[in-house]
């Protein structure tokens, strides 16, 4: 690393005179803004709000160390995590609820900042007079009205604060050095061409899915049948309101004929049924019990007599007044829809029984499958999921294009990514290769690679760009990961910050 790193700026002319002509002003790097922000909020006193710093043991506390410098706040103005925790309270205010997170923040800030001072002085970084004047100027605290370094504000600073600002900067810039050093550095081009490879070999998938609507519709119907309540369906109106007393005056208003249940409806419900006039159409009995907190509130309403409204029930987004618009009936399970939501309901209340019958039928459709891919999804009525060409991702890297954002249904990635293992036989195993059936949540999927095709040439090349651009991010991400992960790195936060901010017992 450079000692002197070659730093443009303007070196402060002696007695105030200005020479030469206005130097362009230069943009400061992220790493910069990092060291020097916190100076422009340092003003003349350094006084915390006492619940700030607040104490049973005296105006130093060590939090841990690093390398073996300790992480200390202490109450005087050139201590780094003095001025970081400043400068959050000042920024985001301090109280009983953030006071934990901003102390945090401070304290990790302040283990970075040690780190990289250590780095500089193992490279035996010195900060040469053309970085400290840079510095001066770029702290902020001698501006004009426009904005501009002030010469005639500087020099009518106190020694004092110029002393200050001095042993501020001879104390952070090399720690800035470090930073910009370590993550300016571009990824070489070896790099570049590894990640773009990654996602030049992609693999398309076809996929079919055995899951609670391949239960027969014969069983489904007797299920209802041995149990018709969860599938009863009336014909619902709803209000739904914030408080009781609110649902308890709109039922004294409609049965004195001061408003009609509709009117009432449109003019002071919150739910999406307003816009109906509070018609809810045809509910089924279990659908209901899903919007109520209370499990006898469901029956209540069902059996309320038809054109009658019943009293406020509580529901998980309001309190609740139905009209029964209809007589209670049972499932009509020639219907297709009624079919699948009996279907749908064992699979929750009766899992045990869903699960053992589709994990059968999965496996006695692999079995046909692996014969003919295609009569199979034909003979049980499958439909195909197809996945676009993705890249083998195990270990979901936002610059690989991989299944995320590929499989429609989302069942091959869910699949995948619980499985690494499975990911991998995915993408070995030879184009037109039947695999599983492989368990996707409550549902079981059945899986051939067909011929790879061409990647999203505009996805790949966004991702491509992507990987240039963040390149920095990414350095400044592992740097701040090896620091905080690094056994030279001693973390007592939490217990420090409860006994000695907090003054909470360990006991």
Request: no cysteine.
């Amino acid at each position: 690393m450079p000692s002197d790193n070659n730093a443009n700026g303007a070196v402060i002319p002696e007695n105030g005179k200005k020479n030469g002509k206005n130097k362009k002003k230069h943009s400061r790097s992220i790493g910069w803004i990092i060291g020097v922000v916190v100076l422009i909020l340092i003003s003349v006193t350094f006084i915390l709000p006492t619940t700030v710093f607040s104490t049973g043991n005296g105006q130093s506390i060590t939090f841990g160390s690093y390398n073996g410098d300790d992480i200390k706040l202490e109450l005087v103005y050139d201590n780094y995590f003095y001025n970081q925790l400043y400068s959050l309270s000042q920024t985001y205010g301090m109280n009983q609820q953030n006071m934990m997170q901003l102390y945090a923040q401070a304290f990790y800030q302040t283990v970075f900042q040690t780190a990289l001072t250590q780095m500089a002085d193992e490279a035996d970084i010195s900060v040469s007079d053309r970085m400290l004047s840079q510095g001066i100027v770029n702290s902020g605290l001698y501006r004009d009205e426009n904005g501009k370094f002030d010469m005639d504000a500087y020099n009518a600073a106190s020694q004092m604060d110029k002393d200050a600002l001095k042993n501020q900067l001879e104390g952070m810039i090399p720690a800035q050095v470090v930073y910009q050093d370590m993550t300016s550095v571009k990824s070489s081009n070896a790099e570049h061409s590894f990640v773009t490879a990654l996602n030049s070999n992609a693999k398309s998938f076809q996929y079919i899915t055995v899951d609670y609507d391949t239960y027969p519709d014969e069983e489904a119907a007797l299920y209802a049948a041995e149990n018709p309540a969860p599938f009863m369906t009336r014909d619902l109106s709803v209000i739904t309101v914030a408080t009781e007393a609110e649902a308890d005056d709109l039922i004294s208003s409609i049965a004195n004929g001061e408003t009609t249940f509709e009117e009432a409806a449109a003019a002071s419900s919150t739910d999406t049924y307003k816009s109906e006039n509070g018609k809810m159409g045809t509910v089924a009995f279990n659908d209901l019990e899903t919007m109520l907190m209370a499990e006898d509130d469901a029956t209540a309403v069902f059996e309320t007599v038809t054109g009658e409204m019943t009293a406020p029930v509580q529901g998980y987004s309001g309190w609740m007044i139905f009209r029964a618009d209809s007589d209670a009936a049972a499932a009509d399970t020639a219907d297709a829809s009624v079919l699948s939501d009996i279907k749908r309901y064992i699979s929750v209340n009766d899992s045990e029984t869903m699960s053992a019958f589709v994990e059968a039928k999965a496996d006695e459709i692999y079995a046909a499958a692996a014969e003919d891919f295609d009569a199979a999804t034909a003979e049980y009525n499958l439909t195909v999921t197809d996945v676009n060409p993705s890249s083998y991702n195990p270990a979901q890297s936002s610059f690989i294009n991989g299944l995320a954002g590929n499989d429609p249904e989302g069942l091959l990635y869910n699949a995948a990514t619980a499985d690494t293992a499975f990911q991998e036989e995915l993408y070995r195993a030879a184009d037109n290769t039947v695999l599983g059936p492989v368990s996707a949540g409550s549902s079981y999927i059945i899986v051939r690679p067909v011929a790879g095709g061409i990647p999203n040439a505009n996805w790949t090349n966004y991702l491509d760009m992507m990987y240039i651009a963040s390149s920095g991010t990414l350095a400044a991400q592992d740097l701040e990961s090896s620091i905080l992960s690094s056994d030279a790195f001693e973390d007592n936060f939490i217990t420090t910050f409860l006994t000695d901010v907090m003054n909470i017992s360990a006991q």
